[in-house]
């Protein structure tokens, strides 16, 4: 289960659609308070990732699901590094300098802004999420390079058209964008509502554009993957939807799929290892070109 990401709600808290700052939070801008007696995805995504940012509900709802599908702490990993495989492959491969990371989760190692900015020091980064616990972390997310720029939009991916506004004060839509929307689209229920907005972000992004996607899936566990999202619907937030590997593959239609097309994230691009080829998981994704 792809859950990188904090919540995403219709409701549409947006602080204003502020852009904060290098560094800070927007001025006045107190972080919200946190309900550390509900258990939350990004706070559990955290835990999974060996982070120190999650409170005992969390690891409770997490070591419930991973004793559910031991495969899910695999997942959660396996997702971080297709994060920086694909991150490297379009800054260093695809000269792509600009990214549009929506769903951004609590920081870890290896954050969006961190591995393109390595390739080039150039990088523009725009973090987008709507969580109080990501708010609340932001300052940590805004540390970049000073030949770049690295902001954080508290905006909401029902509202496509606030995250594009805010998101030009910083990216320049006239030159190529990656749009990253890792373990996110699974919280987007409603299909015609999931390709609308997928619309509404490349159609405003030029050619040579990139877009990926991680998605939760249930093929290669289904029954342990079916149980472990229904008890996560139940316990966590947000609710969850799993999708086909055919499915997730129509949202890139228009687009160029990169080689390997939609496969298993351990199994797009892997990179030399001692330990072999790790194992596929449930959490399938894909990167697309604009042409």
């Not at 709600?9 to 550390?36: C, F, H, K, M, W």
């Not at 409770?60 to 695999?74: C, K, Y």
């Not at 997942?75 to 492959?89: E, M, Q, Y």
């Not at 998605?215 to 086909?244: C, D």
């Amino acid at each position: 289960m792809s859950v990188r990401s904090g919540r995403v709600t219709a409701e549409g808290r947006t602080y204003a659609g502020q852009v904060l700052p290098d560094n800070s939070l927007a001025a006045n801008q107190q972080p919200p308070r946190i309900d550390t007696s509900v258990s939350h995805s990004a706070r559990i995504w955290n835990y999974w990732l060996g982070g120190k940012d999650h409170y005992e509900v969390d690891r409770r709802v997490g070591d419930q699901l991973r004793a559910i599908n031991p495969d899910i702490v695999l997942t959660a990993r396996a997702d971080r590094a297709f994060l920086g495989r694909a991150v490297r492959h379009l800054a260093g491969e695809r000269g792509i300098r600009q990214f549009l990371d929506i769903g951004t989760g609590l920081p870890t190692a290896g954050n969006t802004h961190e591995i393109a900015q390595q390739v080039a020091p150039e990088s523009r980064i725009v973090y987008v999420d709507n969580d109080p616990v990501v708010l609340a972390h932001a300052k940590a997310l805004l540390v970049g390079t000073p030949q770049g720029a690295t902001r954080y939009i508290d905006a909401d991916l029902h509202d496509p058209e606030t995250i594009l506004r805010e998101a030009a004060g910083t990216l320049d839509f006239t030159q190529p964008v990656a749009i990253m929307l890792l373990g996110i689209m699974h919280f987007i229920a409603d299909d015609d509502e999931a390709h609308a907005i997928l619309k509404h972000l490349m159609s405003a992004v030029p050619a040579g554009s990139h877009l990926a996607i991680v998605h939760v899936t249930a093929v290669i566990t289904p029954e342990a993957k079916y149980e472990e999202v229904r008890h996560w619907n139940e316990y966590g937030k947000p609710k969850l939807t799993i999708r086909t590997p055919e499915q997730i593959e129509r949202f890139f239609d228009g687009l160029e799929l990169l080689e390997p097309g939609v496969v298993s994230t351990t199994r797009w691009r892997p990179e030399p290892s001692p330990f072999g080829v790790t194992a596929e998981i449930d959490g399938f994704c894909g990167v697309g070109r604009k042409p």
